[in-house]
C-alpha cells in the first residue's frame, strides 16, 4: 500500500524553488524527498505587516524586529488601514490579531482574514492572538493562514517562526 504524504507550503516572492528526488526508488522504500527554496536577491528585505488594535502591543512586537537588517516591521490599528496598505504594498507576511476594534468577539479578525485572501490569496496571515482556543481559530480558518499563535507566547519562539516562514517558508514550532 503506497502512502501519500502531502504537504502545503507558501514560497515568499522573490524565491525559487528546487527539488530534489532520487532517480532510483526502490519498491516499498522510504526516501527523502527535498524541497529548497532560495531567495533570488542576497539582500532582500523582508516587510511585515502587523494589524491589531492595541498600540502598546505592536510596539512591544516592533521591538521584537528592530535589530533585524533583513525585515521592515510596520504596523496599523484597525482593517481599513491594512487593506490600504496591502493594496499598495503587498507585504511578505501579515501578523493579525483577532479581536478587532475591541469588541470582544474574533469575528472582526476572522472577516479581515477571508477579506485578504479572497482578494490576495498568494499573501500569507499570519495570527497572534489572545484568543486562547487554537484548535477552534486553526479549524475556522484552515488553509488560509500560516500559523496561529496565542499572545504571551515565548518571543524568541515567536521571531524564530516568523523569520524561518519568510525566509525557508515553513513554521515548526508551536509555544
Do not use: W
Request: charged share 30%; net charge negative; aromatic share 8%.
Amino acid at each position: 500500500m503506497m502512502e501519500v504524504l502531502r504537504q502545503r507550503v507558501r514560497i515568499p516572492k522573490n524565491y525559487e524553488i528546487k527539488i530534489k528526488i532520487p532517480k532510483y526508488i526502490p519498491e516499498n522504500e522510504i526516501v527523502e524527498v527535498i524541497l529548497n527554496s532560495e531567495s533570488k536577491e542576497p539582500n532582500h528585505k523582508y516587510t511585515i505587516l502587523h494589524l491589531d488594535d492595541n498600540p502598546v502591543f505592536i510596539s512591544i512586537t516592533e521591538a521584537l524586529f528592530l535589530d533585524r537588517k533583513d525585515i521592515l516591521y510596520e504596523s496599523v490599528l484597525n482593517v481599513q488601514e491594512a487593506l490600504r496598505y496591502i493594496e499598495k504594498k503587498q507585504p511578505d507576511l501579515i501578523i493579525s490579531g483577532l479581536d478587532m476594534e475591541g469588541t470582544g468577539t474574533i469575528e472582526s479578525g476572522i472577516h479581515f482574514i477571508e477579506t485578504v485572501n479572497k482578494l490576495y490569496p498568494h499573501l500569507c496571515i499570519f495570527v497572534l492572538s489572545a484568543f486562547h482556543e487554537p484548535e477552534i481559530i486553526k479549524k475556522k480558518l484552515s488553509g488560509k493562514i500560516i500559523h496561529y499563535e496565542v499572545k504571551g507566547s515565548d518571543p524568541k519562539v515567536l521571531v524564530k517562526n516568523i523569520v524561518r516562514f519568510l525566509t525557508e517558508g515553513s513554521v515548526i514550532e508551536t509555544t
